[in-house]
């Protein structure tokens, strides 16, 4: 059922319509991180704008998933990892199954669930995989990685899978493996998201040069990454004067979408140290207009509440994010959801939301340094109180860009 997948370094696609469901993903090997911490990223598109996180008790292991905000959002998990350090996330790949003509289909949610509640290695995961009733309702790329260094690709079909390993240097030279919305192991002329695979396999190429394998420059470079690959245009070397002068732009093929709902970077466990200290950065709502927020996993711990799901069923964060986010698209009839007005984003006076959130997260990720770098026993009393001034210091933030 395994075969070894050999990857060119370098392929250059392109693809005229692409899904919702258009998710950018990455791994990291440990061999390659500073603190040999695996790392998991997933950039998600959906057609779910109301994205949240959520801790659960209903399987064999404690874990978190990034979940929709829907009444029936919890039977399904869209990334997230539990209490041994496995890590999962998926990426749809539109290219597994072929010829197929099955019927099932849309269970990536449901089996990435039942990873996180009954999985803790790599191996564990294959033997689902391997084990589960055929067939399994699934096309997708998900990425994997656990507390025993384990940092692997399965392009999965309903039948099969194929294993890419991120430690294996014949397949990731560089220690690092990329995929958006087609596989390796499938036909190379069908799929999607070959645009945003090529922007997302640079940033990581230059991370893995300067040794930039950090959360907040991985965020900002991946779901904030504002260079189209195709056209080698960063919407950044032009600024807008002004946020009250509009300047629409063509917004399709970058990894930030429309349809960009969330981020997860999971770091997993470091080098000598304990699954427990697998901690994941999120960005709750659309990845331009919210600030990331870091989550540990504990029994004693709950989750911040402006990414859990609140009263009225939404995510705070989220519900701030996407209030700005309609400032950035604020036209909705014909094709104006395809044009940004980036003068709201970033301008040359500074006052863009997304330069005030990267001003705000300066002390986010500084704060939070000392609670997950090393390898020293998870704080849960330092992050009880570091949570306690993080929702504080974010909800202030959005009150003052009302």
Known sequence: ??????????????????????????????????????????????????????????????????????????????????????AIINSAAYTNNVGDTTKLMDQEGVLMKKALQCCATLRDFENLLDTLPKPLGIDANFGVIDALGGAAYYEAGNYKYVKADANNPLQAPDGFLVRSNHSFSGKLDKGYGFIRYQTAYAVLAEAAAAKQFSPEYLLNHISRNLTHALTGKNMEDHLPASAENSDYRFFIDYIPRNSSASAVLIAGCPRGGSPSQTMMWSLIGFPLTTVAVPVWLDNKLELPQIVSIGNNGHAWMCDAALRLKKECFPIERG????????????????????????????????????????????????IRAYNEWLEHYIMHFYDDVK
């Open 335 to 382: 094709s104006g959801k395809k044009y940004i007005n980036f003068s709201i984003v970033e301008n040359r006076q500074g006052t863009g939301v997304l330069q005030k959130i990267r001003k705000v997260e300066k002390l986010v990720f500084q704060k939070a340094l000392p609670l997950w770098k090393g390898n020293k026993k998870l704080n849960v009393e330092a």
């Open 1 to 86: 059922m395994r075969r070894i997948l050999f990857l060119p370094i370098f392929i250059f696609l392109l693809c005229v319509v692409a899904p919702s469901e258009a998710c950018t993903t990455f791994l990291v090997s440990g061999k390659y991180t500073p603190d040999g911490r695996p790392l998991l990223y997933k950039h998600r598109d959906t057609g779910d704008p109301n994205n949240a996180l959520k801790k659960f008790t209903d399987g064999k292991y404690l874990y978190i998933g990034l979940i929709n905000a829907t009444p029936n959002g919890s039977n399904e998990v869209w990334g997230g990892y539990n209490e041994t350090g496995f």
